[in-house]
Every structure is written in structure tokens, then in C-alpha cells.
Nanobody, 124 residues
Framework: QVQLVESGGGLVQAGDSLSLFCVASGRSFTGDAMGWFRQAPGKEREFVAAITSDGGSAYYPNSSKGRFRVFRDSAKNTVRLQIRSLEPEDTAVYYC?????????????????WGRGTQVTVSS
């Protein structure tokens, strides 16, 4: 059974840093790009970061640049999203997802496998 399981979420204070983890199982994801999305209450899911299969390139929307960083450890089938200087506006459920290499990583349409998400709540 193919699974992506996120962890690391919780209640944090504004200004804190946090790392979210995504562990993939069921098959190898070494050939897949991995992405992170988030969905805040009442809003659509949005792209926050992605990393290529070899870990050589990372992509961020303008809203994430500077505070978000994505890493992967292919040997452990793990992807990490680091968020610095958290803001209340970062409160959301964060999802990781896997897409075939070469996909349009900014949109969720090409992502095939999804985790169930981990909640991040930032208090002011």
C-alpha cells in the first residue's frame, strides 16, 4: 500500500520555526518529485514548495521564498519542509504529495499520491 504520512505539525507561536516531515512507503519515490501544499480554513489548497527527484532543484512560490525550504533524503524516502518565522497566516493543514518527474510542480493536478496532512496552528 502506497502511503505518504506527514508529521511534525502542532501549535506553535508566531516567530517560531518548524519542520514538517513526510515519509513515503509502499514503493520507491526516488524517481518522483515531491511537493508540499497547504490549505487554510475556508481557502483553496495552495502550493508552498517542491523538490525534484534528485534533490537538485527546489521550487517555491513568491509567498514562500525566504521562509520555506524543502529537503529530501531519498535513502530514507523522506521529505522535510522547514518553515521559519512562522506567522498566524501560516495556519493550515500541510500536505505532501508525489508527482512524476517533469510534472508541473506548481499545480496539484499532476500529483498522484497525497498524504492526509498535518495541522499547523500558529498563535499570535
Amino acid at each position: 500500500q502506497v502511503q505518504l504520512v506527514e508529521s511534525g505539525g502542532g501549535l506553535v507561536q508566531a516567530g517560531d520555526s518548524l519542520s514538517l516531515f513526510c515519509v513515503a512507503s509502499g514503493r520507491s519515490f526516488t524517481g518522483d518529485a515531491m511537493g508540499w501544499f497547504r490549505q487554510a480554513p475556508g481557502k483553496e489548497r495552495e502550493f508552498v514548495a517542491a523538490i525534484t527527484s534528485d534533490g537538485g532543484s527546489a521550487y517555491y512560490p513568491n509567498s514562500s521564498k525566504g521562509r520555506f525550504r524543502v529537503f529530501r533524503d531519498s535513502a530514507k524516502n523522506t521529505v522535510r519542509l522547514q518553515i521559519r518565522s512562522l506567522e498566524p497566516e501560516d495556519t493550515a493543514v500541510y500536505y505532501c504529495a508525489a508527482a512524476p518527474e517533469g510534472s508541473t510542480l506548481y499545480t496539484e493536478n499532476d500529483y498522484i499520491y497525497w498524504g492526509r496532512g498535518t495541522q499547523v496552528t500558529v498563535s499570535s
